[in-house]
């Protein structure tokens, strides 16, 4: 069992900044493929982005290549999303998830995860 925790949330303009965090408790992080998926009220959930075991892969969905960069500590047991030049379509609920698969594509695919966190609500103004 892996526990996760989300913060970092919260409102900012277009343009700005926010860094999300995640951490995470139980069974050894470094063993798990880590990733971040966004979801609107009435929408599927969708994927952002997904980090490796060791952090030697990254994934990203077209969206924000270049804006967000995902990173992990391992030694914190911890899993940050760094955002940049946030648009107002990057508002969503951010949810980090923890998966067995180590490195793969099918960490860009929700159901490679099998631990979620509670969500951090993202909201962009114009």
């Known amino acids: 069992q892996v526990q996760l925790v989300e913060s970092g949330g919260g409102l900012v303009q277009a343009g700005g900044s926010l860094r999300l965090s995640c951490a995470a408790s139980?069974?050894?992080?470094?063993?798990?493929?880590m990733g971040w998926f966004r979801q609107a009220p009435g929408k599927e959930r969708e994927f952002v982005a997904a980090i490796s075991w060791r952090g030697a892969n990254t994934y990203y969905t077209d969206s924000v290549k270049g804006r967000f960069t995902i990173s992990r500590d391992n030694a914190k047991d911890t899993v940050d999303l760094q955002m940049n030049s946030l648009k107002p379509e990057d508002t969503d609920v951010y949810y980090c998830a923890a998966s067995p698969v180590r490195y793969s594509d099918s960490l860009m695919r929700v159901r490679g995860y099998d631990y979620w966190g509670q969500g951090t609500q993202v909201t962009v103004s114009s």
């Open positions: 139980g069974r050894t992080f470094s063993s798990y493929g």
